[in-house]
């Protein structure tokens, strides 16, 4: 083994003193408060000086393993004496002299040499739990934030719907009641109608048939009533067979949306005659 520069030795007693530590240079910049550079350099002298090893482990990947659990010392006054930094004579005595074998024995791998250039960048299996957690946290807050989007659309679009007669509902509201309802019939989850392609499809057939929001509901309204003692379990089929029997239901529709008009004319026309009855008595 070759002479090391005590910082280097404190450094070699600390990773000595706790062998459940990963040897990396995050670690020195944490415990020992020294820089990124420096940090690099002493491992570059400990692997140099032979107390470091490179290994590559059998899953892939490389770590880095402690040669020998001996920590160099060097002679002051007649006496020697084992140089460690602050950080690590905080450590109990028992932690300090106890053997790393174990440790390097539970190491899965080949030793194999590699270069400087490993100490500039984290070992590939650190790299790989990092990048890990890091996409599940992604993952996660993607998730999370179209869940908030769809539940602040959702809301805005109910009460786009609920602020507006049906006549002037576009295909979309039209789309969104049809998934609302749907999903109060079976269990199938909204998005499946909300984000396929049924509103273009709507559209089309709007176009072709000339229809509006109050029509294409009550068309709804005559499909589903038909529908619920059947199983569905796909939104996607419930749509396309929506707008494969809508055409036969569209004189219905209107039919009865025609009569409801008349009714509520007929209501509002023998509400105006009372009042003038009544005006004509109140003048004699």
């Known amino acids: 083994m070759e002479t090391i520069s005590t910082q280097a030795r404190g450094c070699l007693n600390f990773f000595v003193s706790n062998p459940h530590l990963r040897i990396n240079y995050r670690i020195l910049m944490t415990e020992h408060g020294v820089s990124k550079r420096r940090s690099l350099a002493i491992l570059k002298e400990l692997r140099e000086a032979n107390y470091l ?7 892939g990947g490389t770590n880095v393993k402690l040669v020998t659990s001996d920590v160099p010392t060097v002679g002051t006054s007649g006496n020697s004496y ?19 074998n174990k440790f390097l024995d539970d190491i899965e791998g080949e030793e194999s040499d590699v270069g400087y250039e490993w100490f500039d960048k984290m070992s590939s299996g650190e790299k790989d739990d990092i990048a890990r957690e890091r996409d599940k946290h992604v993952a996660y ?9 769809e539940l602040k659309a959702q809301r805005r679009k109910d009460l786009h719907r609920s602020n507006l007669d049906p006549v002037h509902w576009t295909c979309k509201d039209v789309a969104y009641e049809f998934a609302d309802r749907m999903a109060n019939i079976w269990t199938i989850a909204p998005f499946s109608v909300t984000q396929s392609r049924f509103v273009q499809a709507l559209a089309v057939f709007r176009k ?3 229809t509006d929001g109050a029509i ?3 068309i709804v309204e005559l499909f589903f009533a038909t529908l619920k003692q059947d199983k569905y379990t796909d939104g996607n089929h419930l749509w396309r067979a929506f707008l494969y029997k809508a055409p036969s ?36």
């Open 53 to 59: 090893k490179i290994v590559k482990l059998a899953g």
């Open 82 to 100: 084992t140089a460690s930094s602050a950080i690590s004579n905080s450590y109990t005595a028992s932690k300090v002299n106890k053997a790393t």
């Open 141 to 149: 807050k993607k998730a999370e934030y179209a869940e908030a989007r």
């Open 208 to 210: 072709q048939h000339d």
């Open 216 to 218: 294409e509901m009550k």
């Open 249 to 284: 239901l569209i004189q219905v529709a209107r039919e009865s949306i025609v009569s409801a008009e008349e009714r509520e004319h007929t209501v509002i026309r023998d509400q105006e005659l009372a009042e003038r009855k009544l005006s004509m008595f109140d003048e004699d």
